[in-house]
């Protein structure tokens, strides 16, 4: 039972992170319809970021703050070198752009930080675990639910109250009727992918915080695809439901299924479950179901 | 219906003849100089190097063959086919060194061509099994698909299970000697290069005929507009697992010829970055046209070569460059991705068929 519990607690810690990468991928394809496959290479920028202004001496939290600058700036070069001249373009064309785009930021990543792990020294989180009850949770863990929840809250809130937030809420719904209410659809796609890197960018320094960093930060950044699946393309509420829920079951693998194959089964595990779900519900738990007319 | 430009006043008299695949003595000559260039020049006139940068043309093209069938022409956009090449690669493999022949196969030097074959089939069935989701899902989420069946077969079965088979682990090498088409045994570069050459020849032709045939026909019908393709009859499930099939059946000669062209075997020989790149190279050389696969290949391919020569003289000033060249094969081939894409989305088989027809309409411009 107690295996059960901190399984369960651990799975859910981590999925908020997972939610938070998921809540950037799902605004790039709410508001202009780009289905993006470079989400692992954003937390990978992301985490190394973090990593440098750790080491030249910022705080934790002020080097997650100069990362998410880092992020909106990243974000806007992105949306405009590569992606503009592509509105209307087919969608193969699109996301095989954003695969480019993705292998241009590995190798850059690769290029100037070299492939070995490198972790936060001093280690910026306790390693003695808390005890909650009868739980005992790693500060890790527990400190990065707490910023991604934080984090989540911000974005949310800035969907729903700031003006530029309702814009974009507009294009997401109806980008037509936006634009013609004077919605700037460069600037949202701009905003969106702002706020990708950004939210990839944190989740990739908390993932680095539990992991180490090194290249395997950017496959835990691609499990948002099954989480978006799960919670659905569209849906904000879905892609934050649908991260910890990959959390959880990524969890409940590693320590349930580890022990019958040999070699683990963690990383595959949310993909076998989106390949599954994908055949029987296709848009997910709250997605809008594509009616194609002919 | 003749897609050939005839001279003036030039009629085919019959079906046969309007229907050939070489209909004029200019384009026989054409086609003839080319055949010479791949079997008989490249082989025995290019210096070594060449050779195997040749070969690996080749098996970017067996490999973006079976790409563009599926993203070109019948519309399922794929992005998990090194998994199929994977598969093909260690059927064969595992056949050749464990399988018991009876002695008229393995004496004859028959146990690598047969494996060829049984490697494809296999590698066509298990594209199939992950084909079935595309009777129900379409876009992006059969993308999703495809990209887990990579994760799931290179990265959890072979690497944990198919390893177990014959105890080798997963990273192997073949004795030399084990590949062997009757008395030739594989083992020089110009050797590799012949196959390659012949069996991409072979798939070349056969897929060529495949789409010219009903079946390429209800292809293009379901790429354009599937349901209206229902509505007018075609099977659509039963033609887009026969896409599969057809094209991890290729992926599969082109894993099983891997084999003898690096004779060791590994599951990092087939990472989602090959599926990925494959797409980039049908992107580049042109989607939907046999045509751009190959120049794609040969683009990218020689592309890499020029970058790693360039990278020589470079790195006296900065040595980092070398060291890192792989991390700028990734930058580089992410940008030219990009730049394509952005710049001339039809690809250079586009530009191919622009000048063609330029030659062909000569003097008359339209």
Redesign the interface.
Known sequence: MELFMMTLITGILVGGIYALVALGWVLIYKCSGV?NLAMGELTLIGAYVTLTFYQMGLPFILAVLCTLLVGIILGFLTERV?LD??IG?P???V???T??????????V??LWGTDTRVFTPPVFAIKPIEIGFLKVSPVYLWSFILAIILLIIFVAFFKYTRWGLSMQATADDETAALSLGVSARFVYAAAWAIAFMSAGVGGALLGNINGINISVGHLGLLV?PAV?LGG?NSVPGAIVGGIIIGVLQNFAGSYLDQY???G?K??VP??F??AF??FK?YGLWGWERI?R? | MSSVWLPCGDYHQDYTQDQGWWQTKVIKGKMLLLLAIIFVGIPLLAPEYWVGVATMVGYTAMGALGVQLL?GYAGL?TLGHSAFIAVGAYTSTLLVLQFPWPGIISDWGLAYPVSIVVGAIVAGLWSVLFGL?SA??K???L???T???Q??TV??LL??YVSQIGGRGQAFSLPPGTIKIGPWVIDSEVKIYYLMAVLLTLMVMVLANLLRSKVGRAWVAIRD?D??AEALGINIVWYKLLAFFVAGFMGGIAGAFWVSNTAALSPEHFPW?WA?WL??VI?IGG?GSIHGAIFGSIFMVVIMEILQLAVIPLSEYYPKLLV?F?????????????AF??YE?NGLAYRWWQVKNYFNLWPFSY
């Open positions: 289905l590569f001249k592509l373009e969608i193969l064309a996301i095989m752009v695969v480019g785009i993705s292998f241009f930021l590995k190798g850059l690769e290029f695809l699946v393309l194959f040999p070699g089964v990383e595959i993909f076998v989106m390949a994908l055949l296709p194609e002919v | 993203i956009i989701p129900k899902v876009g992006f989420y993308i999703l698909t990209m887990a069946a994760f799931i990265d959890f690497t944990q507009n349901i209206a970055f990925l797409v980039g992107l989607v890192d792989a991390y700028i094969k990734d930058m580089a081939f992410g940008l030219a991705i990009c894409l952005i989305p």
